[in-house]
Each structure stands twice: as C-alpha cells, then as structure tokens.
C-alpha cells in the first residue's frame, strides 16, 4: 500500500525566504505527483502535476521535482509573500487511487 | 467551466438524519472522486468512479454511506442513518483518467 509522507509537518519563515517542501512516497510505480495549495476552511488548488516521465514542472515561483526511484518529490517556493501561507499537500496517483501526504502547514510572515 | 460543483456548502443535521451530498464535476471528466477531511484524519478517499462506474468503495467507512453516479454529470454520497463522528468536510474531485485532479469547494458537514 501507497504510503506519503511530508516533512516538514509546519514551517515558519521570514518573508523573501526561499523554501523547500518535501513529499515521499514508498511506491515508486506511479503514474504522476500533484502539489495542492489548501488555505483555511476552503478547498484543495491544484499547483503543479508532474507526470511520472518528466523530472520536474514549473509554474510562476513554484517548482516542483520528482525523482521516482528514490521516491521523493520536493516543491521549492522562491522569495516566499505573506499571501503563501497555506497548507501544502502532496498527491501520489498509482494506478487509479490518487495517496495524499498530511501536508505542510506553512506561514510565511512580513 | 465553472468547475466543480457541490452542494450543499454547510449542512447541519441530527443524529440519525439522512444527508445527501451532490457534485456535478467538470465537463468531460471521467473521473470522480469522493474524499472525507478532517484533522484527525486527513484526506482520506472514500470512493472512485470512472466512466461513472464504482471502481474503488474501498475507503467507505461503513454501510451507512453509499455513491451513486447515475450520469457524467452528477454524482451523490448519501450518509443514512447520520452520526455525529461523520461530521467533516466532504470534498468531490474530478478528472481526466490518471490525469490532474480539481477539487471543489466541499460541504462541511455537522452532526448534531
């Protein structure tokens, strides 16, 4: 069975702080790696997908890696705003069934 | 596409109470997923359908709780008799077979 793991479980830093969140997996036949942007009391945002061929995405700020045989995938936030605090979730897909981490919890003060 | 769907946002019930969730997913998704979040637990799938069919019920906590997706547009979870420990929120997600996943809003549910 799919296990995620995320460390660190909560982080705190300064604003302008470049960040790196990690995500680790214990089966590494997957299909694709998603990072979810969850802020208080609203839904999963879907970041980045990497799918299982490619080693890494990006988007704005964000850039996510994935490296399958070691079953580790890190989401790395350049010069961190106050407006990224959030909580951040992993999503491992097998062959059908999406296996989320528990999240980092992020704030990120002025 | 307006995304995902549900309703209702907040539900308030009794113990015992009947409850239906509904989520109407993306256009031309033939994915849907139903999860359960709460803090103890976090994210945790409760059932898959693909090409509206149940694939996966493995995650439904007990018979109390049953899905239904009788076209490609809508779907249900139905929670009958309900419990206070089924309060959480409740998400639907939909998407392309194996492909990104898109949430909506959820329902927080509260059983009384």
């Known amino acids: 069975k799919q296990e995620v793991t995320q460390i660190p479980a909560a982080l705190s830093v300064p604003e302008g702080e470049n960040l790196v969140l990690n995500c680790s997996f214990t089966d590494s036949a997957i299909y694709n790696l998603q990072w979810f942007r969850q802020d208080p009391g609203k839904g999963l945002t879907s970041l980045l997908l990497?799918?299982?061929?490619?080693r890494e995405q990006t988007s704005g700020r964000l850039n996510a890696s994935l490296d399958k045989s070691s079953g580790r995938s890190t989401l790395y936030i350049a010069a961190s705003q106050p407006g990224d605090s959030a909580t951040y979730l992993c999503a491992v897909q097998g062959s059908y069934i999406p296996t989320f981490g528990r999240g980092t919890s992020l704030i990120v003060h002025p | 596409d307006a995304g995902v769907i549900q309703s209702p946002r907040h539900e308030v019930t009794e113990m015992g109470q009947e409850v239906t969730l509904r989520c109407k997913p993306i256009s031309g998704h033939n994915s849907l997923f139903w999860y359960r979040q709460t803090m103890m637990r976090g994210l945790e799938l409760l059932i898959y359908f693909n090409n509206n069919v149940p694939i996966d019920d493995s995650g439904m906590p007990e018979d109390r709780f049953s899905a239904k997706m009788p076209n490609a547009s809508f779907s249900t979870l139905k929670i009958q008799p309900s419990e206070p420990r089924d309060s959480a929120v409740y998400f639907c997600a939909s998407s392309p077979t194996r492909n990104e996943q898109f949430f909506g809003p959820g329902t927080r549910l509260t059983v009384l």
């Open positions: 990497i799918q299982s061929s490619q």
